[in-house]
């Protein structure tokens, strides 16, 4: 069964911090896909980032860069010079091909960013 | 465009009552999915649509949960005798087709605002 694990359930930097976010997980499938998203305060989810097991490149945007190991299997999260806009709580999720795209999340860390 | 939507944003019951929440997808999205989201927690899977069938729905609590999409785009998710443990924001997401993104296809879901229901 598949499984994602955020370790850290609160973080606080201060502006202009570098912080990043960890993400591990556990799938048996070969194929599978990882993903990161943003909920703000006001509630909704937001699609941040979708890798893919056979693409271990790791990615950079803007101020957010990820770093994906599978030796690890791990997925992290980098965001550099952190603002206070970027406060909110990141999840990590993982789908795998075989079982039909669910997401499974992990549970979250929620992001503090003081002025 | 626009993105998906859910009606009530809000919805008070009593336990006991029926209640019906609304998904409407991004248009030409197929995949269709369920979560439900306690507080201080990630959203867990319920039930996700491909097309008009459901094609899993392993997370489904109990059989007091049902849901439905006649035309393949707006869902309806259904509980009946609600309970107080079903107090939870639920969630709607869509997806493209399901076409592998080792072809290049996008498996990306795209959540909508949610229902925050609260059963007294």
């Known amino acids: 069964a598949q499984k994602v694990t955020q370790a850290q359930t609160e973080i606080s930097v201060v502006e202009k911090e570098d912080v990043t976010l960890d993400c591990v997980y556990e799938t048996r499938d070969t194929t599978y896909y990882l993903f990161w998203y943003k909920q703000p305060p006001s509630g909704e989810l937001v699609f941040l980032i979708r890798?893919?097991?056979?693409?271990?490149q790791n990615e950079i945007s803007g101020r957010y860069s990820w770093n994906f190991q599978k030796s690890t299997s791990s997925f992290n999260f980098t965001i550099t010079a952190s603002q206070v806009v970027d406060s909110a709580v990141y999840f990590c999720?993982?789908?795998?091909?075989?079982?039909?795209?669910?997401?499974?999340f992990g549970g979250g860390t929620r992001l503090m960013v003081k002025p | 465009g626009a993105g998906v939507s859910q009606t009530p944003s809000n919805k008070v019951t009593e336990k006991g009552k029926y209640v019906e929440l609304r998904c409407d997808p991004i248009?030409?999205?197929?995949?269709l999915y369920w979560y439900r989201q306690s507080l201080g927690q990630g959203p867990e899977f319920l039930i996700y649509?491909?097309?008009?069938?459901?094609?899993?729905d392993s997370g489904l609590p109990n059989d007091r949960f049902f849901a439905v999409r006649p035309e393949g785009s707006v869902s309806t998710l259904k509980i009946q005798r609600t309970e107080r443990g079903d107090s939870a924001v639920y969630l709607c997401?869509?997806?493209?087709?399901?076409?592998?993104?080792?072809?290049?296809?996008?498996?990306?879901?795209?959540f909508g605002p949610g229902t925050r229901l609260t059963v007294t």
């Open positions: 997401a869509s997806s493209p087709a399901l076409t592998s993104p080792a072809s290049g296809g996008k498996n990306e879901q795209y």
């Open positions: 999720a993982l789908s795998e091909q075989n079982a039909g795209n669910m997401l499974t």
């Open positions: 248009s030409g999205h197929t995949a």
């Open positions: 890798r893919n097991s056979f693409d271990e």
């Open positions: 649509f491909q097309g008009t069938g459901a094609a899993d």
